[in-house]
């Protein structure tokens, strides 16, 4: 009877509703995304892009995408196969958004248009809730979208429920689909390895699917990173272009494809991976995807980028607009090897450095099983007795004496087998029966499906943060990919595994903000294997990658960049490279910057660098960290890397330029500048010089007009290999 009745409603409505009701507008300043409604009631896209002025304009612009197909339901309006969120079972003949089993074993599932609402948020952010219905099976589908006006970002997800008698099984959810016709599509990809993260590649979209995904479980970005930029008709380039950048806010399997057919259309759907996660959804259950993030530019990828930070400061980092913590790590100066006396010398050499905090890596933890090097310990989080014999509560107090914070890594979801957890808890790891133990770092992954060891997890947290006054920062690392993986506790539904456990990560994670909301966090992932918009909501930052050798680390920083904003990626300067001190901080300083070094051997004039250096960056880090972000010389193009942060107010600027490897006697351009008000003046001042150092560049100290600075530029860059310019530009 409902049925009916739903059916009825809605012929009555398709058949007398105009051309303009059936028309879902979302906007933020610049970006629009149509929908609409066919008569034949199922939704459609008909635009994305530069938002017009006026609506009838987005009915001509869908009118221009029909010229190429055939079906057409007397609504010329609608491009007919770019269905919104296509299903699979009818006459979809391309990938489809989801795709299910009902009841009865029928595969298909048939969506139309039921009802939307536009609600204001605040006075930025306003939700689209658009209500989808299968007319034979009482499947619903809402599809969420939130437009952030200033920043012209979209968030897109999509709940999933039915009212079957039974579960239904979800082979596909995901959490959009996009469309586009363009004559050609220039993809960016961000991949890598341990070392070697986000490198930038771009290609030209063939015919077929090309698809970027994970199937790691956890440390899931190790090899792909969930962003991408897509370049329309033509490439992009920083200031001019038309491009998607997009991010799925995802921490577990992710999956983003782009499918070009044979009319040159392309889709592109982006998720969890289905890849092994079939997904039974009991009656009445809601399925949430992960959010969809992205930015539509005509002006290339330096706005988009520009627009993501802004977002990401306000909405997309915990913490986003306050500061961060500069630190001195102890990983790389004592590896495991280290005692209460070293540490305490090492909360002295922090305040000498001058650096708000000190890190305290691995190697604290584990009795019965000492953590003395990386095969043991791993899940018994109380202080090694014989190490550390007066606790973490001593270095606590230790460190607050000196006068420095006290941070501490734990990585809460790993074990090693030679740890009292692996004996005590065997059903708590993720590990195959019948098959030998997999090993990563020799250590395997607790089950996080789990409820119990989601308390254990967070135990851990809350432990150390009740003892004595609590740490002042977590690093939280995570340095094994999911293998081998079968979890006790699902049972007979395996196929749960890869959702469940990001989901129970994040029910961790939300406990622990919920107590500790101002907490800061570093997601760090054996180098930068974790890097997404959901993880970001807990943690205020993320260690980048574990390869800290300036030059290699401007290629790292700079991809990081196009999608993160610089208070979020952390960057240490270390022993890697044998490269001046000042090489390694000016790189290092570029987004938040740390020290892991031994400060009692760097030679006197490196300390003094060292020290001024750091409290340039607090000088600074406002506009660093809440600037924008202007990327004037890739390293991909040339043998060097210029880029610069401006304020809001447009009157505080720095400016870093990197030289790399160039060859003999590099004829490098003067650079201008952009970003600052052509009409006021400036003072550029070169910063972070060695005490027995020379200044580059030879107008240091003199003023010009933003006008020529930007119109005329000057020379930047020193031929010198493995060298770096630091500009202070300040309004006069
Ligand atoms: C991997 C991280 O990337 C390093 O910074 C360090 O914390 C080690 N793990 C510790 O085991």
């Known amino acids: 009877m409902k049925k009916i009745i739903l059916l009825v409603a809605l012929t009555t409505f398709f058949c007398n509703a105009n051309a303009q009701d059936r028309q879902i507008q979302i906007e933020t300043q610049s970006t629009a995304l149509i929908l609409k409604a066919g008569k034949n009631g199922l939704l459609y896209q008909s635009y994305l892009g530069t938002k017009l002025n006026g609506n009838s304009g987005y009915i001509l612009l869908s009118k221009e995408s029909t010229k190429s197909f055939v079906v057409n339901d007397g609504n010329p309006l609608v491009n007919l196969r770019h269905q919104a969120y296509p299903t699979f079972g009818t006459d979809n003949l391309f990938e489809s958004a989801i795709r299910m089993t009902h009841n009865d074993g029928n595969p298909s599932l048939e969506l139309v248009y039921v009802s939307h609402r536009t609600a204001k948020i605040d006075g930025n952010t306003t939700e689209t809730i658009i ?70 590649q771009e290609s030209k ?69 289905p890849f092994a996660s079939e997904y039974s959804l009991q009656p009445e259950k809601t399925f949430i995807t992960p959010s969809f993030i992205y930015i539509f530019s005509n002006k290339g990828k330096g706005q988009a980028s520009r627009n993501l930070h802004a977002w990401a400061r306000k909405y997309g980092i915990k913490d986003g607009e306050k500061p961060r913590l500069t630190l001195l790590n102890n990983w790389e ?96 790891i993720l590990k195959l029966p019948n098959r030998p133990e997999n090993y990563y770092r020799t250590q395997l992954v607790l089950d996080l499906c789990n409820p119990k060891v989601q308390d254990f997890v967070f135990k851990t947290v809350d432990d150390i943060m009740q003892t004595n006054s609590g740490v002042a920062f977590f690093k939280w690392d995570c340095n094994r990919m999911m293998t081998n993986a079968y979890s006790t506790y699902l049972k007979n539904q395996q ?32 180098g930068g294997g974790r890097t997404d918009y959901a993880f970001l909501k807990y943690f205020t930052e993320f260690w980048a990658s574990d390869n800290t050798d ?41 987004g938040k910057l740390g020290f892991d070094i031994n400060v009692r051997e760097l030679k006197e004039k490196e300390l003094v660098y060292a020290k001024e250096a750091v409290v340039n960056y607090k000088r600074l880090s406002p506009v660093i960290w809440y600037g924008n972000l202007y990327r004037l010389i890739s390293p991909y193009d040339e043998s060097r890397a ?59 100290g003199e003023s010009f007009t933003g006008d020529f600075l930007m119109n005329v530029g000057l020379s930047v860059s020193s031929s010198k290999v493995e060298s770096s310019v630091v500009l202070e530009i300040t309004e006069i």
Not at 252 to 257: D, E, P, R
Request: charged content about 25%.
């Open 131 to 200: 209500q989808l219905q299968d007319l034979a099976y009482p499947v619903e589908v809402t599809l969420h979208y939130k437009a952030y006006f200033n920043e012209n970002v979209i968030e897109q997800w999509t709940e999933i429920k039915h009212h079957e008698k039974k579960p239904v099984m979800l082979y596909n959810y995901a959490s959009s689909m996009l469309h586009f016709d363009a004559d050609h599509y220039w993809l960016t990809q961000f991949h890598g390895d341990w070392a070697k993260e986000v490198r930038m």
């Open 205 to 273: 979209l063939t015919s077929g699917t090309k698809v970027i995904d994970s199937k790691l479980g956890v440390r899931n970005n190790m090899y792909q990173t969930p962003v991408f930029f897509l370049a329309l008709n033509s490439k992009a380039d920083e200031n001019s272009g038309e491009l998607v950048a997009g991010t799925i806010a995802w921490s577990g399997n992710f999956k983003l494809s782009f499918e070009l057919d044979h009319k040159n259309a392309l889709r592109v759907t982006s998720g969890i991976n």
């Open 333 to 428: 100066t004592t590896f495991f090897n280290f005692d209460e006396k070293k540490l305490s010398d090492m909360f002295v050499d922090s305040k000498t450095l001058g650096v708000d905090m000190f890190l305290l890596d691995d190697g604290w933890f584990g009795n019965k099983y000492p953590r003395s090097g990386d095969k043991s310990g791993l899940g018994d989080w109380q202080a090694t007795k014989t190490k550390l014999p007066n606790g973490l509560g001593f270095l606590m107090k230790e460190a607050e004496k000196t006068g420095v914070k006290f941070g501490i890594w734990i990585e809460p979801e790993m074990v090693n087998p030679k740890s009292e957890l692996y004996e005590k808890h065997p059903d708590w």
């Open 495 to 526: 196929s749960h595994l890869f959702i469940e456990y990001t989901n129970g990560l994040y029910k961790v994670l939300e406990r622990i903000k919920t107590k500790y909301p101002n907490l800061p966090m570093m997601l760090c992932s054996g």
């Open 550 to 590: 300036p030059f290699n680390r401007v290629f790292i920083q700079w991809g990081y960049s196009q999608f993160f904003p610089a208070f979020s990626i952390c960057n240490h300067v270390t022993s890697w490279g044998n490269q001046s001190i000042k090489f390694k901080t000016d790189v290092a300083m570029m």
């Open 642 to 700: 210029v880029l610069m942060y401006v304020n809001e107010a447009k009157s505080k600027a720095v400016l870093f330029s990197y030289t790399l490897h160039p060859l003999y006697d590099p004829q490098y351009n003067s650079v201008r500048f952009q970003g600052l008000d052509p009409n006021k003046t400036y003072k550029v001042e070169e910063i972070n010089v060695m005490p027995d150092g020379k200044k580059y560049l030879e107008e240091s």
